[in-house]
């Protein structure tokens, strides 16, 4: 089972973040679910007015981050789905979005939560989309992770007093 192993992260301080939400389209059950989990995440930590953008698909999500990057996000929110096929398209797309995202973070110092299922079947997005019955919740998960690195970069910019 992914998610075995995972920190128990505590989260505090944290109403005053700014936080952008990016949900790509396909796949719309598992991105429903994935979306729910980050905005009751979001809520649990105080932040009820994230900014929510939807974009066609995964391969949309990097430049989406970058820009919000550049416009005063303390952290950002990828959420995607991409399903293994045929073709190495598969391949291709999950490559790039995880170097864009990352790309993203690294050059802008604003943590990028990676809420991008890349899964064989449907059933597997399922499962790990926070749906009722599903065993893992990888959109509260991403918030989680992205909101809890931006409160820690935080307390290291912050002049000592």
């Given amino acids: 089972m992914s998610g075995k192993g995972a920190p128990e992260l505590s989260v505090r ?77 598969f391949d291709y797309v999950c490559q790039g979005v995880t170097q864009g995202l990352t790309q993203v973070a690294v050059d802008t110092g604003v943590p990028v939560g990676f809420g991008v299922l890349t899964c064989d079947t449907d059933e597997q997005a399922v499962q790990r989309a926070g749906l009722p019955g599903s065993t893992e919740d990888k959109g509260h998960e991403a918030v989680t992770a992205a909101v809890a690195t931006a409160v820690i970069l935080r307390s290291v910019s912050e002049p000592w007093h």
């Fill in 13 to 89: 301080n944290c109403q005053d973040l700014r936080v952008a939400v990016i949900a790509a389209q396909w796949h719309e059950k598992a991105m429903d679910g994935l979306l729910d989990g980050a905005l009751r995440a979001l809520h649990e930590l105080g932040i009820d007015e994230p900014t929510v953008l939807r974009v066609p698909g995964s391969w949309e999500l990097p430049v989406a981050a970058k820009v919000l990057a550049g416009r005063g996000y303390h952290a950002i929110v990828a959420l995607g789905v991409v399903i293994r096929g045929g073709t190495p398209h």
